[in-house]
């Protein structure tokens, strides 16, 4: 049984998803954070948080390195850990920056850093000789909107240090521009309480289909479990509206996605991580949108493990214990999986969910997650706003995007104004 040091947590489902695959593992770990009720909040109705089976739970100030990897030494000391994880963007390079200082497991801290950072994750991959769109990053509105003129528009403008397409928006002329500045510049601490970055990244907008590319990197060697595709909506927005693994794509298209992965993290120098890269697939070839050190969320883990057998989760337990996690397919009795999620167009208050019960009992429904009526609606601005999920799966072959799709046209939430 190893013990493994988990610093904070991603509040959605790999909240769940981790622990499982830790206690699945015949591991256990200690959960540190800076402030639990930001995950209580989040508790399943009638049970105990998942993180609350961790063998210790302890608070410290995770934004503060200073303080915080004097403070792990002397907990390591007395706990003993065998790895450091988490599944929170925000905390990725704190976990690396541990592991370093530990002396346990991990990717470099550098590395991670440049992926974290989507300003730095670009010019390393051009400095790698990468094609991608163009960028510019921008200190002020002045020179963001001088860099567009230069690029052309329609664009797209990023926070380089946010996640969850958070403030990831289309702009299409200089208005559009200084809306979506001004929107990025009045949020100037994110969820953790962390202050951003103040420069912005802006890219040629690229055209195409998006997908996914989930590897994991050991020992230097990069594998590529498969590859999930991506329907988005929510314009001016870029909303991830459902995934489907494994992605319909040419034998030649999956080809080349996974070699432009393998390329990606190579350039930024990442191993021992499981990562989840996205790709455009252009007509002039596939081009990178970013790339995450971590495990793919929106429940992408999920799908893989309905079709392939493979826990991407328990991959990443077992890559931060310095192992080499067995990536065998498993048949599973399904060609493939996918989910669709309810993205809330309107603001108020959940009155009903209509259909549900036809959904509930429909073929090939793998999961469905829908709110209790009562519940606060926000008209989604980003992949943190969605109301619940269907997923489904296809035995016979690429069809669970469709019977996603099916399932989701049966929903009809009902929406009062506040």
Not at 140 to 151: F, G, H, L, P, V
Not at 309 to 317: F, N
Request: charged content about 25%; proline content about 6%; some cysteine.
């Amino acid at each position: 049984m190893a013990h493994l040091l988990m610093v904070e947590s991603w509040v959605g489902s790999m909240s769940r998803l981790l622990p499982r695959a830790i206690r699945e593992g015949g591991h256990e770990f200690t959960f540190l954070t800076r402030d639990l009720h930001h995950y209580l909040r989040t508790a399943p109705e009638g049970a105990a948080h998942p993180l609350l089976s961790a063998r210790n739970v302890l608070t410290a100030d995770t934004n503060d390195l200073d303080t915080l990897l004097p403070l792990v030494e002397r907990l390591h000391g007395a706990l003993g850990f065998d790895g450091v994880i988490t599944s929170c963007d925000y905390y990725l390079s704190t976990a690396a920056r541990i592991a370093a200082r530990l002396g346990l497991p991990g990717p470099a801290p550098a590395a991670v850093e440049g992926a974290c950072r989507k300003d730095a994750t670009r010019r390393a991959l051009a400095d790698a000789g990468l094609p991608g769109p163009r960028f510019a990053v921008c200190a002020d509105r002045s020179e963001a909107a001088d860099a567009a003129r230069e690029i052309g528009y329609p664009l797209v403008l990023k926070p380089v240090d946010l996640c969850g397409g958070m403030f990831v928006r289309r702009v299409d002329d200089e208005a559009g521009l200084a809306r979506a500045y001004q929107a990025l510049a009045d949020f100037p601490v994110n969820a953790r309480g962390q202050r951003r970055a103040p420069v912005v990244l802006l890219e040629e907008l690229l055209q195409g289909p998006e997908v996914s590319v989930e590897t994991v990197s050991f020992g230097g060697t990069t594998r590529v479990v498969g590859v999930t595709d991506k329907s988005v909506g929510g314009a001016p927005a870029f909303i991830e509206t459902g995934h489907m693994y494994p992605a319909a794509l040419s034998p030649a298209d999956a080809e080349a996605a996974a070699e432009t992965a393998r390329r990606a993290l190579a350039a930024l120098g990442l191993d021992a991580v499981v990562a989840h890269t996205e790709i455009k697939l252009t007509a002039d070839g596939p081009r990178v949108v970013e790339v995450n050190p971590r495990p793919a969320g929106n429940r992408i883990t999920e799908l893989v493990r309905h079709v392939a057998g493979i826990d991407l989760a328990a991959a990443g337990v077992e890559v931060a214990l310095g192992r080499e996690p067995d990536l065998r397919p498993r048949a599973t009795g399904l060609r493939s999986a996918a989910i669709g999620f309810l993205v809330p167009d309107t603001a108020g208050v959940l009155a009903s969910v209509g259909g549900a019960d036809e959904v509930r009992g429909a073929d090939g429904l793998l999961e469905l997650q829908l709110p209790e009526p009562g519940r606060v609606v926000r008209a989604a601005g980003s992949n943190n706003e969605y109301l619940g999920h269907v997923m489904a799966g296809d035995a016979r072959g690429p069809g669970a995007r469709e019977r996603v799709e099916a399932l989701l046209s049966a929903l009809c939430p009902k929406v009062a104004a506040r």
